[in-house]
């Protein structure tokens, strides 16, 4: 084989190599993001759950703004928005498209108190002493929320927390595995060289340096490569998720890149080790099988 084809052949190698590593560490960095925002996530879907206080008819406003306000200090409560009969009969005819005041001759609807849950209160052992807690106050009718909603989502997001990181140990372990298996194939490939310097009287360490000086470039070049998909992907979630998933929080993002720098570098180096000591220690008639 002449030299010209002996270097395209390497680099073809090592090609092969740094996509297969990038590949590994973009799906490695997905689960990373995932894990990261998984907190976020649940307390933007749960901070958007709520109830609505409807208030009695004869109740007057300066007591309703009152209890506005108590709600509003409330340590369950994020937002709470006061909507009287007027605005409640207005919303009303816009989704219906006609003034039904007009056809009945009067405003059947309550004046209410939208209010929004703080994240940590959004569960239904909580929305039960919440509702009764708001029930004691004379001026309240009737505490509305969707009991088998808030129960869903509350049940769904401790299941998702569970699978996601189950899934994210076994990926971490597939993905440990197809980057040793990558590298060993690597260096299984210049194992008569390992063999040739042997040969020659280099030491273990000073054959094992260009090996590992190689594997770190290797990680790095993965890892970019791993970066530039993963932003790739966050930039086009931030569009359909806004103010949840995007570049916003610098802080995360960095966290979720440097994991991905140092899972590949670590990670290539380990089975680069590991992988030429075995061809360090093996017979030169086992370097055939």
């Keep these: 084989m002449s030299s010209t084809a002996a270097k395209r052949k390497l680099r073809s190698s090592y090609a092969t190599t740094i996509i297969s590593i990038s590949l590994v560490l973009f799906l490695l960095g997905i689960i990373g993001f995932l894990l990261l925002n998984a907190s976020r996530l649940s307390v933007y879907v749960k901070e958007n759950l709520g109830f609505t206080v409807l208030i009695k008819d004869n109740a007057r406003e300066a007591e ?124 299984y490939s210049r194992r008569f060289l390992i063999r040739t310097m042997q040969l020659v009287g280099a030491t273990r360490v000073f054959i094992r340096r260009p090996f590992l000086m190689k594997s770190v470039l290797h990680g790095l070049a993965g890892a970019t490569v791993a970066i530039i998909l993963l932003s790739a992907v966050i930039y086009g979630l931030s569009s359909e998720l806004n103010g949840v998933i995007g570049f916003s929080n610098v802080l995360l993002i960095g966290v979720l890149f440097v994991f991905v720098v140092v899972t590949g570098i670590v990670l290539t180096l380990v089975s680069t080790f590991f992988a030429v000591n075995k061809y360090l220690r093996l017979r030169t008639d086992e370097l055939y099988y």
């Design 64 to 187: 309703v703004m009152r209890l506005q306000k108590i709600l509003n200090a409330a340590p369950y409560v994020r937002s709470a928005e006061y909507i009287n009969k007027e605005r409640a009969a207005g919303v009303l005819k816009g989704e219906l498209g006609e003034d039904f005041v007009e056809f009945l001759g009067y405003n059947p609807l309550l004046a209410s108190i939208e209010v929004k849950l703080a994240a940590d209160w959004a569960r239904p052992d909580s929305m039960a002493r919440i509702e009764s807690q708001v029930l004691s106050f004379p001026e309240v009718k009737e505490v509305y929320y969707q009991k088998n909603l808030l129960e869903a989502i509350h049940d769904n997001i401790r299941r998702i927390s569970l699978i996601l990181s189950v899934f994210s140990v076994l990926l971490l372990m597939i993905a440990m595995a197809l980057i040793n298996n990558t590298i060993r194939l690597s260096v």
